[in-house]
């Protein structure tokens, strides 16, 4: 291998991106705009879910009820309802998610008996958010229910009747607040990076046949293997300022706790850049239009990073043949390190099995690369 070759290659290839607007606006500004939307628009956490509330009594006690769902922060209400027929009405429209119907003898047979009925009904057509708020929904009205029971009980001479004490003291480790924009940033950054990687490589040899230079790069004594490193250096370049950006963007804009080691994080994200600009760098070698390249090499690293990485979707379930798919998923294996070394603080011992899978990845596309180039014109 000729390093003055090498170099020459290197430095044709950062004059052709300087020179080049969309491959300067794929580089610079996508980042930025991508972590923008997907760190806030991507979220799994429900907060203040439109509520229509239906209180046919209007008493100190419905009214305590209804605070108590706005106390929680999970629920807002949208509208006070006077009938049955309003309440499908805004169900309908869509004006509120869930309503919450107390009937008119609440308070009467909550302090006759110690017990009373509530209706709380949600709008399944996103059956996600309305798991999720229906367990919110069961959540106040349980600790409501218990306040309630113990006064009941308190007034009466009696204690609440119970089966058994049980004394529920749960931990959440690495994500104690079970804030979903920790678990979700880091499959940001790999979701990022591969994107921006693959779409930048997929046009480098691409650009050559459409621009008619590759005569020109076939009859010289530059080698295949000086090709494709050359060309890659200034992109592997740029790969690294993006994740740099992204990776601090997650830790310092979205505060995203950070507890491993910078190392390993580097490291790996070099592997992974690597990887999936060898991908990009095949495609542009296979396919010689510019626009072809590019949207395959979408294919190629967006569906994959996005829905079977565990970046949005858990793995564990997914079906057995889906998960036995995502084996052959290099993104898997980045985005379980960005996780596990964002909010677990792992080592590389740790991380060994994602990391060693990297590897041979890298080992596996730049080998394949490297021999798909041919100085041919057929």
């Given amino acids: 291998m000729n390093l003055g070759r090498l170099f020459a290659i290197a430095f044709k290839e950062t004059l052709q991106v300087w020179r080049d607007p969309r491959s300067l606006a794929i580089a610079l500004l996508m980042p ?29 006690t419905s009214r305590e009820l209804v605070q108590r769902f706005v106390a929680s922060d999970w629920f807002v209400i949208a509208r006070n309802l006077n009938d049955e027929r309003a309440v499908r009405d805004a169900m309908n429209r869509g004006t ?21 009925e509530v209706q709380t009904v949600f709008d399944a057509t ?8 229906t367990g919110y929904a069961q959540g106040v009205i349980a600790l409501a229910t218990a306040d309630f029971a113990a006064r009941w009980a308190a007034a009466h001479g009696t204690r609440p009747p119970s089966v058994g004490s049980v004394d529920l ?22 979701v990022i990076l591969g994107l921006i990687g693959a779409q930048l490589t997929s046009l480098t040899v691409a650009r050559e046949w459409e621009r008619g230079t590759m005569e020109q790069l076939i009859s010289t004594p530059v080698t ?30 979205f505060q995203v706790p950070f507890r491993g080691s910078l190392v390993t994080v580097l490291l ?49 379930q997914m079906p057995a043949p889906i998960q036995a798919v995502t084996l052959i998923v290099y993104a898997r294996y980045y985005v379980t390190i960005l996780r596990a070394v964002f909010l677990k603080g792992s ?9 060693l899978a990297l590897v041979l990845y890298a080992a596996a596309i730049i080998w394949i690369a490297a021999r798909a180039f041919r100085k041919r014109l057929d």
């Avoid at 295949?224 to 200034?234: N, Q, S």
């Avoid at 070099?270 to 590019?294: E, K, N, P």
Wanted: proline share 5%; with cysteine.
């Fill in 32 to 60: 930025l705009m991508q972590m923008v939307l997907l760190g806030y628009g991507v979220s799994l956490d429900i907060r203040r879910v439109p509520l229509c509330v239906y209180d046919q009594e209007h008493s100190q």
């Fill in 96 to 116: 509120c998610i869930g309503a919450v119907t107390i009937p008119v003898n609440f308070s009467r047979v909550l302090a006759s008996t110690g017990n009373a």
């Fill in 126 to 133: 996103d059956a996600n958010t309305t798991t999720i708020a």
């Fill in 169 to 190: 003291q749960p931990r959440v480790l690495f994500n104690e607040g079970l804030d979903s924009r920790n678990f979700i940033i880091p499959g940001v950054v790999a």
């Fill in 224 to 253: 295949a293997l000086e090709v494709m490193i050359g060309k890659l250096i200034p992109y592997f370049a740029i790969g690294l300022f993006d994740a740099a950006f992204c990776l601090a963007a997650a830790a310092f804009w």
């Fill in 268 to 316: 790996t994200t070099g592997l992974f850049t690597v990887v999936v600009m060898g991908i990009g760098y095949l495609v542009s070698v296979r396919i010689r239009s510019q626009l072809g390249a590019s949207q395959v090499a979408l294919m190629l690293t967006m569906l994959p990073t996005s829905l079977l990485s565990g970046y949005t979707f858990p793995i564990d």
């Fill in 347 to 355: 080592t590389v011992a740790d991380l060994a099995v994602p990391i």
